[in-house]
Nanobody
Framework: QVQLVDSGGGLVQPGGSLRLSCAAA????????MSWYRQAPGKERELVAG????????NYADSVKGQFNISKDNDKNTVYLHMNSLKLEDKAVYYC?????????WGQGTQVTVSS
């Protein structure tokens, strides 16, 4: 079965950086549009960033534009989220999502905690 494994979360101080990874298995990764979502305690899951299957187009939530960068490596079956200048409000569980036509898969999530 399809597997998406999220990793790279952790504890970081405000202003710090993290790189999240989502490694995919058992799917034709190059066909899938990929996204990162996050969910903070007591809040709805929200879209953070997305990238098209070929990796040539990206989109970002207004709250992270200029701060986060999404990239996709079709040779490694991995999508990344580079997070810079992290703020307290970026604390959440981050999930990757893979979509191709009607197919949609989720990673298990990785916790990002921003705290001084």
């Amino acid at each position: 079965q399809v597997q998406l494994v999220d990793s790279g979360g952790g504890l970081v101080q405000p202003g710090g950086s993290l790189r999240l990874s989502c490694a995919a298995a058992r799917l034709i990764f190059s066909l899938y549009d990929m996204s990162w979502y996050r969910q903070a305690p007591g809040k709805e899951r929200e879209l953070v960033a997305g990238i098209t299957s070929a990796g040539d187009t990206t989109n970002y939530a207004d709250s992270v534009k200029g701060q986060f960068n999404i990239s996709k490596d079709n040779d490694k079956n991995t999508v990344y989220l580079h997070m810079n200048s992290l703020k307290l409000e970026d604390k959440a569980v981050y999930y990757c999502n893979a979509v191709f036509k009607r197919l949609s898969y989720w990673g298990q999530g990785t916790q990002v905690t921003v705290s001084s």
